[in-house]
T-cell receptor
Framework: DTGVSQDPRHKITKRGQNVTFRCDPI?????LYWYRQTLGQGPEFLTY????????KSRLLSDRFSAERPKGSFSTLEIQRTEQGDSAMYLCASSLPLLEDEKLFFGSGTQLSVL | TQLLEQSPQFLSIQEGENLTVYCNSS?????LQWYRQEPGEGPVLLVT?????EVKKLKRLTFQFGDARKDSSLHITAAQPGDTGLYLCAGANNNNDMRFGAGTRLTVKP
């Protein structure tokens, strides 16, 4: 399977704990996006990378959130000192550069529940 | 504030009925995309519309891009229970990243 994969699918944690999610994009895609989605809403943009460079970060993203894509392949999203409001589905997507092909391919997401 | 406004937010219809959902913005987009999302899964791309006034058909689904490239519509003919899902529109903004509307949640009852 050469689609976008995310790990874990589900994560339950206690408030104040740190969590880390992983995303493996489609191999030839140099763009990688992180979105957050809550029930009944569309995906909310968090950040995106082109290769290893983080080109944009949403101002909604607090300092507790950090994302990396060290070698331009897989990416990690870390949330420190989780809060109950962080509970959401975290979606990763990858694409070729939008000017070439504007298709986003999404993974199945990581569902985070903060107790 | 949503860059893209979708309406209606919820829609529940009987199998066999027709429906139209809308995606509107005050911004001009180089293209708009429509995705469908099922519970517990990521969105899946249905179509990309690029040219103002463009109409694309995908079986029973008809997508239209407004002449001014600020709005789009999705029309489904003879809806089936398998069409149930969250329909999202998305467009690339000035920073060249994709932003989504809040979606229309469609339920088709058998």
């Amino acid at each position: 399977d050469t689609g976008v994969s995310q790990d874990p699918r589900h994560k339950i944690t206690k408030r104040g704990q740190n969590v880390t999610f992983r995303c493996d994009p489609i191999s030839e895609h140099n763009r990688l996006y992180w979105y957050r989605q809550t029930l009944g809403q569309g995906p909310e943009f968090l950040t995106y990378f082109q290769n290893e460079a983080q080109l944009e970060k949403s101002r909604l993203l607090s300092d507790r959130f950090s994302a990396e894509r060290p070698k331009g392949s897989f990416s990690t999203l870390e949330i420190q000192r989780t809060e109950q409001g962080d509970s959401a589905m975290y979606l990763c997507a990858s694409s070729l550069p939008l000017l070439e092909d504007e298709k986003l391919f999404f993974g199945s997401g990581t569902q985070l529940s903060v107790l | 504030t949503q860059l893209l406004e979708q309406s209606p937010q919820f829609l529940s219809i009987q199998e066999g009925e027709n429906l139209t959902v809308y995606c509107n913005s005050s911004s001009v987009f180089s293209s708009l995309q429509w995705y469908r999302q099922e519970p517990g899964e990521g969105p899946v791309l249905l179509v990309t519309v690029v040219t103002g006034g463009e109409v694309k058909k995908l079986k029973r689904l008809t997508f239209q891009f407004g002449d001014a490239r600020k709005d789009s519509s999705l029309h489904i003919t003879a809806a089936q229970p398998g069409d149930t899902g969250l329909y999202l529109c998305a467009g690339a903004n000035n920073n060249n990243d994709m932003r989504f509307g809040a979606g229309t949640r469609l339920t088709v009852k058998p």
